[in-house]
């Protein structure tokens, strides 16, 4: 069974700083390019996250130009876990935030196709 498990979110004044963990389990972790999406509350669920960040299984990290100089992605291959350290804040950052490999883990069901995994997500929220 796929678990994915964000935590850390939170209510943070503009400027502040939050730290994400995420836990992975019954999927490859360690294989995988892991990165974290957000999505802002309202948007249509079918509108697409927009990813923040990626790190590959080697260390390797990309950002959006939104989190660039801002946030830092790491994990622990170990204990199957991400983390984002997010930095100098703003409204802009308020999202729901998630952690998944990128691509998003996913099976194959023979009645619908592929399936992706998602947790529940961390609510990140941005007071100016």
């Not at 502040?16 to 957000?38: E, H, M, Q, T």
Request: aromatic share 10%; proline share 4%.
């Amino acid at each position: 069974q796929v678990q994915i498990v964000e935590s850390g979110g939170g209510l943070v004044q503009a400027g502040g700083s939050l730290r994400l963990s995420c836990v992975v389990s019954g999927k490859p972790f360690s294989l995988n390019y892991i990165a974290w999406y957000r999505q802002v509350p309202g948007k249509h669920p079918r509108e697409q996250r927009e990813l923040v960040a990626r790190i590959s299984s080697g260390g390797r990290t990309n950002y959006a130009d939104s989190a660039k100089g801002r946030f830092t992605i790491s994990r622990d291959n170990a204990k199957n876990t991400a983390y984002l350290q997010m930095d100098s804040l703003d409204a802009n950052d308020t999202a729901v935030y998630y952690c998944n490999a990128d691509p998003p883990f996913s099976d194959y069901v023979v009645s619908t196709g592929y399936v992706d995994y998602w947790g529940q997500g961390t609510q990140v929220t941005v007071s100016s």
